[in-house]
């Protein structure tokens, strides 16, 4: 009897041991930054990681699922720029109400997502120039429909979205956990969530499987899209001005949450719970590195050997993993 509790905890231990080790290291980082400054543990400032994990959580979600499908998207950042300046127009000189505004916001992510995904699965172009070329064409756009001017005089009551808490906890927050929720439910017990693993681990044979590959890789495409445009609901709510550089360098943020929560840059490999612990390191890395007084040039160049070193990290785990196979 006491033997079979210790082998599911084995079992479970073994299963989300990805997962075990980005807690463990989000355990060890919040140690070391409470003890490296006074004001990590500040009430103020969690509320603050809470509110500044929002956007990226958001974009990172709809991320995982290129990952997993073997892709990369790019163009989030833009999307999510080009996105928020439609919501702006439409609330300010189209003079619409909140949700109708926020829906054309979603149309236009999702349109933009569509586009990466049928030129990725039709026209057979590789992700990384398809999304690379979005991301030139969003921001372009988001400079042309705005004039390059920023957008202010939004409705008082769209701050809501931002600034709304339950017993303290920003609601973005719950929003954002509960769309992580939502997905790892779908990844994890849906036979679309199924697909979006096998084809990422063998398109081929998934396609050989007649599973609906064009179909799931499109799909993950448009929902990044789409969620990049929900990440500018929330960031323009926040902000209650929109820019059109908004959502520069979150595709660098949001790849770096989903590679540091364990999934491959290959495919078939990853996890929401993984893509959420990634989210939170990454959020209190910048946070740790700001209130170390650590210069924004500097911060770039820290991400990005975060992101080399997470790819090494992940290819070694892989060959080990390999060999004892």
């Given at each position: 009897m006491s033997g079979r509790p210790i082998s599911r905890l084995k079992a479970f231990a073994y299963r989300f041991q990805v997962e075990c080790r980005m807690f463990a290291v989000f355990l060890i980082l919040g140690?070391?930054?409470?003890?490296?400054s006074s004001h990590f543990l500040s009430l103020g400032n969690i509320a603050n990681l809470m509110d500044q994990s929002v956007v990226t959580g958001i974009v990172a979600i709809g991320q995982t699922f290129v990952i997993l499908v073997a892709g990369i998207d790019l163009s989030v950042g833009a999307l999510t720029g080009i996105s928020a300046v439609i919501?702006?127009?439409?609330?300010?000189?189209?003079g619409l109400p909140i949700p109708m505004a926020i829906f054309g916001s979603l149309i236009c992510g999702a349109l933009l997502g569509l586009i990466n995904g049928l030129l990725v699965t039709f026209g057979r172009i590789a992700p990384f120039?398809?999304?690379?070329?979005?991301?030139?064409?969003?921001?372009?756009?988001?400079y042309i429909v705005s004039n390059g001017n920023s957008i202010s005089s939004l409705p008082e009551s769209f701050a809501v979205f931002g600034s709304a808490d339950m017993s303290g906890i920003p609601a973005n927050f719950i929003f954002v956990v509960a769309l992580f929720v939502v997905a790892w439910s779908y990844l994890s017990y849906t036979k679309g969530g199924r697909t979006i693993y096998a084809i990422g681990s063998n398109i081929e044979a998934a396609r050989a499987s007649g599973?609906?590959?064009?179909?799931?890789?499109?799909?993950?495409?448009v929902l990044?899209?789409?969620?990049?445009?929900?990440?500018?609901v929330m960031l323009s709510s926040r902000l209650m001005?929109?820019?059109p550089v908004a959502g520069t360098g979150l595709e660098l943020d949001a790849i770096a949450a989903v590679v540091i929560g364990g999934a491959s840059l290959f495919g078939g490999r990853g996890s929401m719970i993984g893509t959420?612990?990634?989210?939170?390191?990454?959020?209190?890395?910048?946070?740790?590195?700001?209130?170390?007084?650590?210069g924004p040039y500097w911060q770039g160049s820290a991400i990005g050997a975060i992101i080399i070193i997470a790819v090494l990290a992940e290819r070694f785990a892989s060959t080990r993993l390999s060999r004892k196979r």
């Amino acid at each position: 009897m006491s033997g079979r509790p210790i082998s599911r905890l084995k079992a479970f231990a073994y299963r989300f041991q990805v997962e075990c080790r980005m807690f463990a290291v989000f355990l060890i980082l919040g140690a070391v930054l409470s003890v490296s400054s006074s004001h990590f543990l500040s009430l103020g400032n969690i509320a603050n990681l809470m509110d500044q994990s929002v956007v990226t959580g958001i974009v990172a979600i709809g991320q995982t699922f290129v990952i997993l499908v073997a892709g990369i998207d790019l163009s989030v950042g833009a999307l999510t720029g080009i996105s928020a300046v439609i919501l702006g127009l439409a609330m300010t000189s189209a003079g619409l109400p909140i949700p109708m505004a926020i829906f054309g916001s979603l149309i236009c992510g999702a349109l933009l997502g569509l586009i990466n995904g049928l030129l990725v699965t039709f026209g057979r172009i590789a992700p990384f120039i398809v999304t690379l070329g979005m991301m030139s064409i969003g921001r372009s756009l988001a400079y042309i429909v705005s004039n390059g001017n920023s957008i202010s005089s939004l409705p008082e009551s769209f701050a809501v979205f931002g600034s709304a808490d339950m017993s303290g906890i920003p609601a973005n927050f719950i929003f954002v956990v509960a769309l992580f929720v939502v997905a790892w439910s779908y990844l994890s017990y849906t036979k679309g969530g199924r697909t979006i693993y096998a084809i990422g681990s063998n398109i081929e044979a998934a396609r050989a499987s007649g599973l609906k590959v064009s179909y799931y890789m499109t799909f993950a495409y448009v929902l990044s899209g789409a969620l990049s445009a929900v990440g500018g609901v929330m960031l323009s709510s926040r902000l209650m001005s929109i820019d059109p550089v908004a959502g520069t360098g979150l595709e660098l943020d949001a790849i770096a949450a989903v590679v540091i929560g364990g999934a491959s840059l290959f495919g078939g490999r990853g996890s929401m719970i993984g893509t959420f612990l990634g989210v939170l390191i990454m959020v209190m890395i910048r946070n740790a590195l700001n209130l170390l007084n650590v210069g924004p040039y500097w911060q770039g160049s820290a991400i990005g050997a975060i992101i080399i070193i997470a790819v090494l990290a992940e290819r070694f785990a892989s060959t080990r993993l390999s060999r004892k196979r």
